[in-house]
């Protein structure tokens, strides 16, 4: 499979990425599996999530998805054959989108330990925060 530089990352990666919405909502655990099983298989490396999925289906609270994909991660031992990017930014329950920089510190590590990784490979931004300066959202500690 061709695979092609990720902008600055220093990535390489399929041209197709796996969205993982679905995972947890309407793909249990086991189909779940079997389909990122098979997208591996088949030499592809994208596997894209979001803190809020599956947040709107009814009994979900958000972080369904990275939760699936945390437990295939953990179930293979390893993660270093595939890229996981997920997101932050929407409304997780405050009511509107957010990328304040508490919350996004607080939200990173809740995702670090739904998918059971040490670090996120590609963290991006869900939304535009008008509350909120892009500046002001990422600056170091």
């Given at each position: 499979m061709e695979k092609r530089k990720l902008g600055s990352t220093g990535f390489t990666v399929a041209p197709l990425a796996l969205g993982g919405n679905v995972f947890g909502w309407t793909a249990d655990e086991?189909?779940?599996?079997?389909?990122?099983?098979?997208f591996v298989g088949a030499g592809f490396n994208l596997i894209d999530t979001a803190d809020s999925y599956s947040r709107w289906?009814?009994?979900h609270q958000g972080g369904e998805s990275e939760t699936v994909i945390g437990r295939w991660i953990a179930r293979r031992g390893h993660h270093d054959d595939v890229i996981v990017a997920t997101k932050v930014g929407s409304d997780m329950g405050e009511g509107h989108k957010v990328l304040r920089r508490d919350y996004i510190l607080r939200a990173v590590?809740?995702?670090?330990?739904?998918l059971h990784v040490d670090c996120i490979d590609?963290?991006?931004?869900?939304?535009?925060?008008?509350?909120?300066?892009?500046?002001s959202s990422a600056k170091a500690r």
């Open positions: 086991a189909m779940s599996f079997k389909l990122l099983d098979a289906a009814s009994g590590e809740e995702s670090l330990k739904r590609l963290y991006q931004s869900h939304w535009d925060d008008e509350k909120t300066p892009i500046s």
